[in-house]
């Protein structure tokens, strides 16, 4: 079975400091691997993805992710923090075998940045 | 173009009734998913249809849910009879690819 772990509920930092939301994953093989978004009565918006190729994954309004293959890590950074970026963040995998295409999730993480 | 809808964004329903949430995914997306979040853990996945065929309904917790997709558009979730664990916020996602899905808001389902 596939698990996706998010180990911190909530994560603080200061504006304009380097945030990271953790998430390691349990699955067999190399998954794929995704960030979403959650602002308060919002859907879940995609932030962005790891197929394959480079470790470091770019993606929307200024966040980037890290495959760690050997630590089984995604984790989510951003070099400046925005009092924007306040909002919850959810990790998902999906096996890269077989035909099934849903989303396994963590638990979510509550990022607040303070002004 | 309009993103994924969902109806009603919040129901208040009582144990032993009925409810029904309704999901518009993306005009042109075959791919359709149903998710639940239950008290603030994981998102949970429930179902996927391709067009108006069930692809994989490995998460449906028990047969008092029942979902469709009638003409491989709007789908609905119904629940019948509901208890009171299943109160949470589920959501429709729709997608074209085999990457991207894109999540509607939700339907926050109370179930006093």
């Known amino acids: 079975a596939q698990s996706v772990a998010q180990p911190e509920d909530q994560v603080n930092v200061a504006e304009g400091n380097p945030l990271t939301v953790k998430c390691t994953y349990s699955v067999s093989g190399n998954p794929y691997l995704f960030w979403y978004v959650q602002y308060p009565n919002r859907g879940l918006q995609f932030l962005l993805k790891y197929i394959t190729g480079d470790n470091l994954v770019k993606g929307s309004y200024g966040f980037e992710a890290e495959f760690n293959k050997s630590q089984t890590s995604f984790h989510l950074k951003k070099p400046s923090a925005l009092v924007s970026d306040s909002a919850l963040y959810f990790c998902?995998?999906?096996?890269?075998?077989?035909?099934?295409?849903?989303?396994?999730f963590g638990s979510g993480t509550q990022l607040t940045v303070l002004p | 173009e309009a993103g994924v809808t969902q109806f009603p964004s919040h129901s208040v329903i009582e144990k032993g009734q009925t409810v029904t949430l309704r999901c518009d995914p993306i005009s042109g997306h075959d791919n359709l998913y149903w998710y639940r979040r239950v008290m603030g853990k994981e998102i949970k996945f429930l179902l996927h249809?391709?067009?108006?065929?069930?692809?994989?309904e490995s998460g449906m917790p028990n047969n008092r849910f029942l979902a469709e997709r009638t003409g491989g558009t709007y789908s609905t979730l119904k629940v019948q009879p509901a208890e009171l664990e299943d109160s949470g916020v589920y959501f429709c996602?729709?997608?074209?690819?085999?990457?991207?899905?894109?999540f509607g808001p939700g339907t926050r389902l109370t179930v006093t």
């Open positions: 998902a995998v999906r096996p890269r075998s077989g035909s099934a295409r849903q989303l396994t």
């Open positions: 249809f391709v067009k108006e065929s069930k692809q994989d």
């Open positions: 996602a729709s997608s074209q690819d085999r990457w991207e899905q894109y």
